[in-house]
């Protein structure tokens, strides 16, 4: 059975969106430029109540928001991202570098979090991993869907343990280079055919190598 994933192949870079959360402007201005640079769109807010109005009314890849901010903090932000769309991934700053801070964020879902101040190179090395984990994520779970949706289709109920094994193991992603189990039965048979005979060849006018 042949699966393809919907808009097959990730987004562009130009096509990620990053909301960036920090009510210093200065700072800021200062990440929003190097991630514009770098070819992502940036919408660049100050506060977290501005950053849950562009979460509710566009497309959001990556939060990328200060943990310690007036009024609401990173960490509410966090929460509240998560209870809108929770694969949006957040990454916290910090500038008190507070390892309990860290910690707590991670454990309350936070993707990663960066040291203020934020060091530009780390800062790209970061996003570009949380966006492919993202990416890696969203395709695993629209082909799991897509298998899901065919064996329904087919009549079969993936509630028995052995469709859902089943399941399970076609959606799984497949190491690059291992051939699939019906290419592997091929190569076999391929291998174990006799090789012509010679005899015969020459019995149907063939020429005889000497």
Do not use: H
Request: no cysteine; aromatic share 2%.
């Amino acid at each position: 059975m042949t699966v393809r994933l919907p808009g097959e192949g990730r987004r562009r870079v130009a096509e990620r969106l990053i909301l960036l959360v920090d009510d210093e402007e200065p700072q800021r201005r200062v990440l929003a430029g190097f991630l514009r640079k770098a070819g992502y769109e940036v919408e660049a807010v100050g506060s977290a109540d501005e950053a849950l109005t562009v979460v509710s009314a566009r497309t959001v890849d990556l939060v990328l928001t200060d943990l310690r901010m007036p009024g609401k903090t990173g960490v509410d932000l966090l929460d509240a991202v998560r209870g809108v769309n929770p694969e949006i991934p957040v990454v916290v700053m910090t500038a008190y570098g507070t390892v309990a801070s860290a910690v707590d964020a991670m454990k309350r879902g936070a993707a990663d979090y960066l040291g203020k101040p934020v060091d530009l190179d780390e800062l790209e090395v970061l996003v570009t991993r949380t966006l492919e984990r993202r990416a890696l994520v969203s395709e695993n779970r629209a082909l799991r869907e897509q298998v899901e949706s065919r064996y329904r289709l087919a009549g079969l109920e993936s509630g028995n343990a052995r469709m859902q094994e089943a399941i399970n193991m076609a959606a799984a992603p497949r190491p690059a280079g291992r051939p699939s189990s019906s290419t592997a039965r091929a190569g076999r048979a391929r291998s174990s055919s006799p090789a012509p005979s010679t005899t015969r060849a020459r019995a149907a006018g063939g020429p005889s190598w000497r």
